[in-house]
C-alpha cells in the first residue's frame, strides 16, 4: 500500500513564527487532505489539495503530485495553532492513508 | 455544513462486552468509514461503506463487525470487547466523487477494563 511520511514529527515555534510542514508519499495518489486534530480530538479539514496551490487565511498547501509530495504552510502562528497536523492520501474512493503526524505547540 | 456526529465522546466497558458505536451523517453521502486511533500507531481503517448494505474490510478488521442498514447511520460494533480495543474510535464520511473531502465526526474514546 501507499507509505505516507509527515516531518517533522514535533515542532515547536513561538508565537508569530511561520512554519513548514510536509507530507511525502509514495505512489500517485488522486486524493489528499490535510487535517488539524484539535485537543479533544476533532479532526478539522484544512484543505483538500490533490494537486496545485490552495490558501486559507494564514494557512497555504501546494502539492506537487508529479513529484509525490505536499506543503502546508503556517503563518504568523497562534497558540490555537497547537496540535497534531495529519495528512491523508488515498487512490480509492475516500479511503485514505494517513501519516504519522507532526505535533505542533506554539508558544506564547 | 456536513457534519458527522457519534453517539458517545466517551465510553467505559467490560471485557467480553458487545459494544455498539454509531455513526450518523446528514449529507447522504455514500460513503462511510470507521478508523481507530493509537499512540505510536497512527489511525488506522477498520471497516467501510460504499452503501447501504455493504461493507468492505480495511486494514484492522479482526475482532469488529459494521452495520449499515441506513444511508446516514455506520454502526462498529465489538462483538467481545478486550482490553487491547481500548482506544480512539472515530467516525467519517464521503460524499464520492464532487464532494472530495472526507469528513470525521468528534470521535468517541472507549476504555475497555
Known amino acids: 500500500g501507499i507509505q505516507v511520511e509527515q516531518s517533522p514529527p514535533d515542532l515547536i515555534l513561538q508565537e508569530g513564527a511561520n512554519s513548514t510542514l510536509r507530507c511525502n508519499f509514495s505512489?500517485?495518489?488522486?486524493?489528499l487532505q490535510w487535517f488539524h486534530q484539535n485537543p479533544w480530538g476533532q479532526l478539522i479539514n484544512l484543505f483538500y489539495i490533490p494537486s496545485g496551490t490552495k490558501q486559507n487565511g494564514r494557512l497555504s498547501a501546494t502539492t506537487v503530485a508529479t513529484e509525490r509530495y505536499s506543503l502546508l504552510y503556517i503563518s504568523s502562528s497562534q497558540t490555537t495553532d497547537s496540535g497534531v497536523y495529519f495528512c491523508?492520501?488515498?487512490?480509492?474512493?475516500?479511503?485514505?492513508?494517513f501519516g504519522d503526524g507532526t505535533t505542533l505547540t506554539v508558544k506564547p | 455544513d456536513v457534519k458527522v456526529t457519534q453517539s458517545s465522546r466517551y465510553l467505559v466497558k467490560r471485557t467480553g462486552e458487545k459494544v455498539f458505536l454509531e455513526c450518523v451523517q446528514d449529507m447522504d453521502h455514500e460513503n462511510m468509514f470507521w478508523y481507530r486511533q493509537d499512540p505510536g500507531l497512527g489511525l488506522r481503517l477498520i471497516y467501510f461503506s460504499y452503501d447501504v448494505k455493504m461493507k468492505e474490510k480495511g486494514d484492522i478488521p479482526e475482532g469488529y463487525s459494521v452495520s449499515r442498514e441506513k444511508k446516514e447511520r455506520f454502526s462498529l460494533i465489538l462483538e467481545s470487547a478486550s482490553t487491547n480495543q481500548t482506544s480512539m474510535y472515530l467516525c467519517?464520511?464521503?460524499?464520492?466523487?464532487?464532494?472530495?473531502?472526507?469528513?470525521f465526526g468528534p470521535g468517541t474514546r472507549l476504555t475497555v477494563t
Open positions: 467519517a464520511s464521503w460524499g464520492g466523487v464532487g464532494t472530495y473531502e472526507q469528513y
Open positions: 505512489d500517485s495518489v488522486n486524493n
Open positions: 491523508a492520501v488515498g487512490t480509492n474512493a475516500g479511503k485514505s492513508t
